[in-house]
């Protein structure tokens, strides 16, 4: 936008933890009431740091183990 991009030619894409930042810098530009882009695309974001949603399954993924979300969450 500051470099003559119009709002409405934008598009923020992510996916998963990239999905989380797009949903958060979008609050973050509503808050300090700064143009928006034109859509969002949020392909499974990571929104839920409690892991407590009921579509949330323990351990369902080898790598991404309930320890490691739990300290993904923590240090963000």
């Keep these: 936008i500051k470099s ?8 923020l894409m992510g996916d998963s933890a990239g999905g ?7 609050l973050m530009m509503k808050k300090q ?3 928006l882009p034109l859509a969002a695309v949020c392909f499974s974001p990571w ?6 949603a009921h579509a949330y399954y323990p351990n369902a993924d080898p790598i991404l183990t309930t320890k490691l979300i739990q300290q993904a969450a923590d240090l963000y």
Excluded: A, F, P, R
């Excluded at 003559?4 to 598009?11: D, S």
């Excluded at 929104?47 to 407590?52: A, E, I, M, P």
């Design 33 to 35: 009431k700064l143009s």
């Design 47 to 52: 929104v839920d740091l409690t892991h407590q």
């Design 4 to 11: 003559g991009i119009e709002e409405k030619k934008i598009i």
């Design 20 to 26: 989380n930042l797009v949903i958060s810098s979008m």
